[in-house]
């Protein structure tokens, strides 16, 4: 026998997991406000669970890696950062660190090639140690065991390791730890570069840029006869 239809409720019937009213509770505010505390019950539910899950996958992850230790290393634990110019290093202690990382990855990888060839005065160019380093810790984020790829290892191969290994063949084709020394009162070839020229006329360039949105002031005559001067030393430099 059907009993007695709900007219609180479409059809007669109440929705799935909604409490169903005790007899004779049939007004339709209270119906609607039982169903609404059920649905925020559950809710609360599904949050509680999905925080629980979140809170282990970040505990998970914070368990591989250690205070201080790289984001990203090789297949060993003391591997470089992704990020950290030589050029800028200001510390002796971490320059040291750098330094050692790099001479152990070069022997290990960088030499293994046929064409990477080094001078006995590598270690005297910063400019070298840059190119090095940067390709060494490309290395490592090509070769990482979470975040690396196939893609990122046939780029490192393809063209960044072939890129430095030619700009540093190119500098150091031609020299060798003697021509660091001073001989005979001749200076030594690789000395300290000289400032951007004209670089203290910024202030006034970017006054212009800021006012006009063109390239300049005019130079003046003096402005002129500065850089013709920066442009011959830089002439005699490179001969």
Known sequence: MIGPVDPSTPNGHHPAGDPVPAPGATDPAVVALSSAVQRALR???AVDKNVVQLAAEVAGLGGRLT????????EHEDGPPVVRSWLLAAEDERAAADLADLVEW??????????????SCWLWHPEVIEELWWLRCAHADAFHPESGSWMRV????????????????????????SRHVDSNGRPAEVTEPAPPPLAGHFAAVAAHWAATRTAG???????????????????RGHR
């Open 43 to 45: 809710r609360i539910d």
């Open 67 to 74: 205070p201080g230790e790289p984001a990203v290393s090789e």
């Open 106 to 119: 070069m022997g290990r990888v960088y030499v293994r090639y046929t064409r990477a060839q080094l001078s």
């Open 154 to 177: 046939g780029d490192w191969h393809d063209r960044q390791r072939t890129g430095v290994e030619r700009r540093v063949n190119a500098l150091l084709g031609r020299c060798s730890l």
């Open 217 to 235: 002031p005019t130079p003046a005559p003096g402005l002129i006869a500065e850089a013709e001067g920066a442009e011959f030393a830089q002439h």
